[in-house]
């Protein structure tokens, strides 16, 4: 049967972009790499049992090429390196044609064996004798005539002049390099699974840790920057917005702040993030106004029933992330803004980007 490779490239590629802290990152969801991964996975079973039938067909051939060169050697001349290699070839023939005779006798409506069959066709032989010591002959055998055919092989232009040996040389050479063309592609296909394999794990963690497929926004920002979203607030000349959530607002001094971490650039692709995650809820205090937060390229703006106001981007101090609000503090304020939001760490992650952004545009 001959043998088709499967093509790492019927995997979908996804386009790479390259995230500060995190390396290259595919512009492609959480579950559209699993997909990926998971039929690339598919497709490595298939190219191994491709490769390994490629290698049973590759032997075959030197097994029926040896057990043609070995009767003809008048006609190659093998140099003395091969002597011991034919004479153990033809022992174990003489030795395979007695153990048939005594099979034969043993079980008298078995056809008999012949040995001229063995040399002709070896590898199956030693696949269809039930018999443990005869098995183990002709495997022996086997093995023995394709490494007789795979040293005469190096010498083509001696061997090629002995009878019917040409299409058995022609027809080893190609399957010798068709499963080199495989296992290429099966190496090549590996290598793809690990890297997506890393970038799942990567994205996982992150994910874990802030909530949201971090790295994929990461990488969209990184590659076509920050979306614009409509405002409902006024907007200065230049000023885009880009992230819009309704908000409680409370205010207080900070006080005792609770054990907290800063994520890694590994989880959100900023290089020097503002704030820090903070374990529990916020502390319990009164509700002052109830509005939304618009966050620009410039500003974070807040806009209730019965305030509203605007902080620049580079006037934030600290951002305090709990498990339901935000804390802002700013220059030129003596209390910090308490936000309480629906998804805290997705809103910090957009502040930080806006806040690189801003940085960047001077």
């Known amino acids: ?187 090549a296909a590996e290598a793809q699974a690990a890297a997506l394999d890393r970038e799942l794990r990567a994205r996982d963690e992150a994910a874990r840790q802030m909530g949201f497929d971090a790295l994929h926004l990461a990488a969209y920002f990184r590659a076509q920057g920050m979306p614009a979203v409509e405002s409902p607030v006024a907007l200065q000349r230049g000023e885009v917005a880009h992230f819009c959530t309704g908000v409680v607002l409370s205010r207080s001094t900070i006080g005792v702040r609770l054990p907290g971490f800063t994520p890694p650039a590994a989880h959100t692709g900023v290089r020097f993030w503002l704030g820090t995650f903070r374990s529990g809820s916020m502390p319990a205090l009164p509700a002052l106004d109830t509005g939304t937060l618009t966050i620009s390229n410039r500003m974070l703006h807040f806009a209730g029933g019965s305030q509203a106001f605007a902080t620049p981007l580079d006037n934030l101090v600290e951002i305090d992330v709990y498990a339901d609000a935000l804390a802002v503090l700013a220059l030129g304020r003596e209390s910090a803004e308490f936000y309480r939001v629906a998804a805290p760490r997705q809103v910090a992650f957009y502040l930080n980007w806006a806040q690189d952004t801003s940085s960047k545009l001077g």
């Not at 043609?68 to 190659?76: A, E, F, K, Q």
């Not at 002959?137 to 795979?150: D, E, H, P, T």
């Open 1 to 187: 049967m001959p043998v088709v490779a499967t093509n790492v490239s019927d995997v979908k590629q996804f386009t790479q972009v390259d995230v500060v802290g995190a390396g290259s990152i595919s512009m492609a969801t959480i579950d559209q790499l699993r997909g990926a991964l998971g039929t690339l996975r598919h497709q490595i079973q298939q190219q191994q049992g491709e490769v390994r039938e490629a290698g049973d067909q590759t032997e075959d051939a030197l097994a029926d090429l040896g057990a043609l060169l070995v009767p003809r050697r008048g006609w190659w001349n093998p140099p003395a390196e091969f002597h011991p290699q034919l004479l153990e070839a033809e022992r174990l023939v003489a030795q395979i044609a007695l153990l048939d005779e005594r099979i034969a006798r043993a079980e008298p409506n078995r056809p008999p064996g012949a040995a001229a069959t063995l040399l002709a066709v070896p590898a199956r032989v030693a696949r269809r004798d039930p018999v443990h010591e005869r098995s183990r002959a002709a495997g022996k055998l086997r093995n023995i005539l394709v490494q007789i055919a795979s040293a005469a092989g190096a010498t083509a232009p001696a061997v090629g002049g002995v009878p019917d040996a040409e299409p058995l040389l022609t027809k080893a050479f190609e399957l010798q390099s068709r499963a080199s063309e495989l296992r290429a592609a099966s190496s």
